[in-house]
């Protein structure tokens, strides 16, 4: 287990969160705004709903909660991401969000992890959002043959 330290040593099995939080307008339209998201749903003053994407910010809460020293030695790069949306997700929710390391491996010289986050609402435990992503930790350029 990696946890407590920083985001570059997660490995397999590492369990990340739970962390609650309730759902804010600013954070909604504000989010919205910056990615040119324009929808009533998304800018109204009633109902505002959360993006898909926006899951992202709940990344990085996990990684701040479970990593306070930060990043680590390397750069991390988003790499892919796939969601599964089961219901919509209000402004004034409490939710909960936590995570698991599914895979690391390396690959062309490229450390890649892949997490698995579900967000859920307190009150009632519903699945609202189901969220692979995949990230590049480090890339180490290969070793010179030896002459």
């Known amino acids: 287990m990696a946890i407590g330290g920083v985001v570059t040593d997660l490995d397999v099995g590492d369990i990340l ?67 599964e949306v089961f219901a919509p997700v209000r402004v004034g929710d409490r939710l909960s969000v936590s995570g698991e390391v599914k895979e690391r491996y390396t690959k062309k010289g490229r450390e890649y992890v892949l997490m698995e986050m579900q967000l859920k609402r307190i009150e009632t435990g519903e699945l609202l959002v189901r969220y692979l992503d995949q990230v590049i930790l480090a890339y180490k350029a290969k070793e010179e043959k030896a002459a």
């Open 17 to 83: 969160g739970p962390v609650e939080y309730t759902l804010s307008p600013f954070v909604v339209r504000e989010y919205c705004h910056a990615v040119e998201m324009h929808q009533d749903c998304f800018q109204s003053a009633d109902d505002l709903i959360m993006p898909p994407t926006l899951i992202h910010l709940d990344k990085l809460r996990l990684y701040n909660h479970a990593c306070p020293g930060g990043t680590g030695p390397t750069a991390r790069i988003h790499y892919e991401y796939d969601a």
